[in-house]
């Protein structure tokens, strides 16, 4: 997956002003049904694009587990949760390619621009599924294979379709697939 991964070196990319305009992430997650006291898991996690706002929506009582296998992006993340005020509503969590390395279930599940990277798909789904609460939320933003401007490899990214059967094969029901963004998209669903 290495040969895959966002390098860390490009980490303020992610925060980018056009980025923030493009997928206004406290928008999507509020419109996700990301609610007050939930328990968020952000799976590739990165320097904390959703994890932040995710916190701000899941308040006080809720908790927010930033995953990541890139330590750097976490000592970032850790960093601007400070800045912010919401390192007591987020936990960071460093795994492997193959291991969530999480002690609580969700009811919450984000996979933003991260599926493309992985090598095992049914592997990792399976693992980070076993972490979904019964009804649980399932969402996954992808690079749209059909644009070219930006993001990774073609080849690299995977069809709505294909990623839709997947999740069919896991009990995930009520899939819907939309347009995010000029070159992505989003798939939800919850556990049943």
Not at 60 to 88: F, N, P, T, W
Not at 108 to 132: P, R, S, T
Not at 165 to 175: G, H, P, Q, V
């Amino acid at each position: 997956m290495a040969g895959k991964r966002f390098h860390s070196s490009k980490k303020k990319k992610l925060f980018a002003e056009k980025r923030l305009k493009s997928l206004k992430p406290a928008q999507l997650l509020t419109e996700l049904n990301l609610e007050a006291g939930d328990i968020f898991i952000d799976i590739g996690a990165g320097n904390g694009f959703f994890s932040l706002p995710g916190a701000e929506i899941v308040g006080e009582k809720g908790k927010v587990y930033s995953v990541d296998v890139q330590i750097d992006m976490l000592l970032d993340l850790k960093h601007r949760a400070q800045q912010a005020g919401l390192s007591d509503r987020i936990e960071i969590c460093k795994s492997d390619d193959n291991d969530a390395n999480l002690h609580q279930k969700a009811d919450f599940m984000l996979f933003a621009y991260l599926f493309h990277e992985v090598e095992e798909k049914d592997q990792f789904l399976d693992n980070y599924f076993k972490f979904l609460k019964k009804g649980s939320k399932v969402v996954f933003i992808e690079w749209d294979p059909s644009q070219r401007e930006e993001g990774p490899p073609l080849h690299h990214r995977i069809e709505k379709d294909d990623l839709k059967s997947m999740l069919e094969e896991r009990a995930i029901k009520n899939i819907k697939i939309k347009e995010i963004d000029y070159n992505s998209y989003l798939v939800s669903g919850r556990k049943v």
